[in-house]
């Protein structure tokens, strides 16, 4: 069932309420126009319920603004969704374009403080976020009575004599439900053993940081 303001609605109670699922859900692609943003393609997701968030196609297939109920979720950086030709691979030349965001992913095959590995030397945190995603695409699916949105792409990082790694992400949010549900999988395209290390660096902002708040896992370590 979609649940869309306290009401349960099956699909066909859903349909004879609405012109268009649009009204109610949708995920629109975009493409920012201005400054260092200009370019960059992304996709503005609605659930119904409240959440919104917007998934980034040419930034690694992160998730930038996000809010619920009107109040943003994430902290966000002053250097904007920096296109990934501003990448600076180099030291800390990474903050440069790092926009914050619900979730920048770091990595594929390195993560961390910059460094020199094995003679290489290796910059903060990787590409994988700088990284354009290729095979993306927006659709929409009914499970029964339940709606549900899929985001997906592909991220890859590949180099002659070098890695051949890819990433294929699915984000998916249920109609009228207040979640964001990611799937990753990470295939090694190469012909031989790579290094691989992936960071989820989530950035949860003010209002949802400040004095009084909580962190509640359910973890145990």
């Known amino acids: 069932m979609v649940i869309i303001f306290g009401k349960k609605c099956s699909r066909k109670d859903l349909l004879r309420r609405v012109g268009s699922l649009h009204q109610i859900v949708f995920a629109r692609p975009f493409q920012f ?5 200009k370019g960059v393609e992304g996709v503005h997701v609605h659930t119904g319920s409240g959440l919104s968030f917007v998934v980034l196609f ?3 297939m992160d998730i930038g ?13 002053p250097t904007g969704y920096a296109a990934p030709s501003f990448f600076e691979p180099k030291g800390y ?3 440069r374009g790092f926009y914050g965001g619900l ?9 961390g403080a910059p460094c020199v590995d094995r003679g290489e030397e290796l910059g903060l945190h990787g590409r994988a ?7 993306h ?4 699916r009914w499970v029964g009575d339940d709606l549900f949105v899929d985001v997906y792409g592909e991220v890859r990082e590949a180099s002659v004599f070098g890695p051949n790694i890819l990433l294929k992400r699915r984000i998916t949010a249920k109609a009228g439900e207040s979640k964001i549900l990611i799937h990753d999988e990470v295939v090694n395209e190469g012909w031989d053993e790579q290094p691989f290390m992936i ?5 949860v902002g003010f209002p949802v940081v400040d004095e009084g708040s909580k962190l509640v896992l359910t973890s145990t370590n």
């Open 33 to 37: 126009t201005d400054g260092v943003e």
């Open 58 to 60: 040419d930034r690694g």
């Open 65 to 77: 603004f996000a809010e619920y109920q009107g109040a943003p979720l994430a902290w966000i950086s």
């Open 93 to 95: 030349g990474w903050l």
């Open 103 to 111: 979730l920048t992913t770091c990595g594929l095959t390195y993560a």
């Open 129 to 135: 976020s700088y990284t354009p995603a290729s095979n």
């Open 137 to 140: 695409n927006v659709s929409y």
């Open 199 to 203: 960071l989820y660096h989530f950035n």
